[in-house]
């Protein structure tokens, strides 16, 4: 009986892609399966997906928050074709999920907001 080999981190995938996992990839919580970008036998769903770290939310101080905390973590699914990374924002019951190309201009336009509020109360 001969011991299989493993998955080398990097393959490649249809169209000479590499497949790999992204630098903010937490293999504890990645359940990328490299065989899912292969358009022989794909199927919906089977290719996993590469997931970060959880950042915890603190939100004691918000008025009338779903729950206390929450999480924000990004994903990205695996398959044959280029895939997009989200933000995933979880507090309670209710999630937010948005592309990165569309939660960047989010959060810098939030991030000036706040830093406008700041400056004019002396806090920057």
């Known amino acids: ?9 990097t393959v490649t995938g249809h169209a000479n892609r590499p497949i ?3 630098s903010w990839c937490d293999p504890a919580l990645c359940t990328a399966d490299p065989t ?5 036998g794909y ?3 089977a290719g996993g997906q590469h997931r970060s770290a959880p950042v915890p939310l603190d939100l004691r101080s918000a008025m009338w928050p ?5 999480t924000a973590y990004l994903t990205e699914s695996v398959a044959p074709w280029k895939c997009s990374v989200y933000l995933r ?16 201009p989010v959060l810098d336009a939030l991030s000036a907001l706040v ?6 109360e002396g806090t920057a």
Do not use: N, Y
């Open 115 to 120: 830093a406008t509020a700041r400056a004019v």
């Open 66 to 70: 779903p729950a206390r905390t929450g």
């Open 20 to 22: 790999g996992h992204p």
């Open 89 to 104: 924002i979880q507090v309670g019951d209710t999630e937010l999920s948005m592309t990165v190309d569309h939660a960047s």
């Open 36 to 40: 899912g970008t292969s358009m022989d």
């Open 1 to 9: 009986m001969t011991a299989s080999k493993p998955v080398p981190a």
């Open 43 to 45: 199927r919906a769903g």
